[in-house]
């Protein structure tokens, strides 16, 4: 599945990405993002055992990423 740049804005789109989704996104793996979840780096939303992740949130967080050069995700 290859996603396009219409489908990471959103336009058109739900308001919500999967973990699969933000892991391709992202170029990592889906054990990667979980991890990032868990240790609270991640915002996201629990529907019962399914996690869905904030389009426009994702987006502000990934941002967030680019204005730390060199920074690792984890915080460290």
């Known amino acids: 599945m290859t996603i396009t740049a ?3 804005t959103g336009q058109g789109q739900r ?3 999967t973990v699969a989704e933000a ?7 889906r054990w990667l993002v979980f991890q990032q979840i868990s240790q609270g ?8 055992r399914r996690i869905l ?7 502000a967080w990934l941002d967030e990423r680019d204005d730390a050069p060199g920074r690792r995700v984890d915080g460290h």
């Open 23 to 29: 892991a391709e996104l992202l170029g990592v793996s």
């Open 6 to 8: 219409r489908e990471i």
């Open 53 to 59: 992740i904030s389009r426009s949130r994702f987006l």
């Open 15 to 17: 308001p919500t990405i």
């Open 41 to 48: 780096n991640l915002p996201h939303k629990r529907f019962g």
